[in-house]
C-alpha cells in the first residue's frame, strides 16, 4: 500500500528539516568576540582609540616651533595657540596632558606621501587637494590668510595692490601656501627666494636679500611686533575663490583616527573652546589692509 500524498509531503518535510539542521550543526560559525577584546579603532571610545602606541597619543610639529603658535620652542608646554589646540583636541579624544607624546617632524615631510610615525602634527599646514592625495586632514582648526611683511621705509612697504608686488623679490618658507600665493596669485617678475626655514626668510629680509616675504598673517604681526621690529606688514591677500584657506592636523592617509579628530575639532569650534584659544593667544592678529 503506498502512504497518501499528504502522508509523504510530510515526511520529505521532515527529511528536509533533519538535513538542514545537520548542516548548520556542521557549518563554521561566526566567532563570538572574546571577552575584552579590543574596540580600538572601530569606534572614537576616549582614550581607547588604534593610536601608534596603545594609550597614549602622538603628535608632531616642527623644530623650531614658532610663536605666537607655540610658545619658547616648547610645544608640551601647552602654551602659545597651537599648543593649547592641541592639548585641547587630544583632552577631547580622552588622553590628558600626561598621556601626550611629542615628536619633532619637519614641515615639509609631514604631508609627503608614505607612513606616518605621528597620530597627528599640527603646524600651520594648509588643508588643500593636493596634500590630500598624501594624508588625511581633520576639520579645519584655524581660518588664516596670508600676509606680505617688508622692511620700514621700503619700496615693498609702499605697495597697495598685488600689481604693486610683481616687481619685487619675495621670498617664502618651502612648500608653504605662503609661497603658493607668490607663484600663483602674484605671479612676480623673479623666482621667489625659497628659503627651509622661517628664520632664513626673516634674515634673507633683514640683510636686503629679498624686498619681503609672504607668511600667515598671525605669523606677520609676530615678526613686526617681537623680532623685526623695523619691518611692517604691507598688507594680507583675499582668500583664492572665496573660500577661506584653513589650518587642519595632518593624519595618516586612510587614518582609523580621522574621523574622531574631526569629530574632537568640530566640537571644540561649536562649543566656543577654539575661538577662546584664539582670543588668548592671537588676539594681536588684527585687520591688515588688503591686497587686491
Known amino acids: 500500500m503506498h502512504p497518501a500524498p499528504r502522508a509523504l509531503h510530510r515526511a520529505a518535510a521532515a527529511v528536509t528539516v533533519a538535513l538542514l539542521a545537520t548542516a548548520v550543526g556542521c557549518a563554521p560559525q561566526p566567532e563570538e568576540p572574546a571577552a575584552g577584546a579590543s574596540s580600538a579603532g572601530k569606534t572614537c571610545e576616549k582614550g581607547k582609540l588604534a593610536t601608534r602606541t596603545g594609550g597614549k597619543l602622538t603628535i608632531a610639529t616642527d623644530e623650531p616651533a614658532y610663536e605666537p603658535w ?28 600626561d598621556k601626550v607624546v611629542w615628536q619633532t617632524v619637519p614641515f615639509n615631510k609631514a604631508f609627503a606621501p608614505g607612513e606616518k610615525t605621528f597620530d597627528f602634527d599640527i603646524n600651520q599646514v594648509s588643508v588643500s587637494d593636493e596634500r590630500k592625495k ?37 621670498g617664502a618658507q618651502v612648500g608653504t601656501t605662503s609661497l603658493d600665493y607668490i607663484d600663483d596669485v602674484v605671479r612676480p617678475t623673479r623666482a621667489a627666494a625659497v628659503f627651509a626655514k622661517n628664520d632664513q626668510a626673516k634674515s634673507a629680509l633683514k640683510n636686503g636679500q629679498v624686498d619681503a616675504i609672504v607668511v600667515d598673517l598671525p605669523t606677520a604681526f609676530y615678526i613686526t611686533g617681537a623680532e623685526v621690529t623695523d619691518a611692517t606688514i604691507v598688507g594680507q591677500f583675499e582668500n583664492r575663490g572665496g573660500t577661506p584657506e584653513q589650518f587642519g592636523l595632518v593624519l595618516d592617509k586612510g587614518s582609523a583616527l580621522t574621523s574622531c579628530v574631526s569629530r574632537a575639532v568640530a566640537a571644540l569650534r561649536e562649543d566656543g573652546t577654539l575661538a577662546r584659544i584664539e582670543k588668548q593667544w592671537l588676539s594681536d592678529a588684527v585687520d591688515a589692509p588688503v591686497l587686491k
Do not use: I, M, T
Open 70 to 97: 607655540f610658545k619658547d620652542d616648547a610645544p608640551a608646554s601647552g602654551k602659545g595657540f597651537e599648543s593649547a589646540v592641541a592639548y585641547a583636541v587630544a583632552g577631547q579624544l580622552g588622553y590628558g596632558k
Open 134 to 170: 598624501a594624508v588625511d586632514f581633520s576639520a579645519g582648526y584655524y581660518d588664516v590668510r596670508q600676509a606680505v611683511v617688508a622692511l620700514k621705509g621700503s619700496k615693498a612697504a609702499k605697495a597697495k595692490s598685488v600689481a604693486d608686488l610683481k616687481d619685487l623679490k619675495l
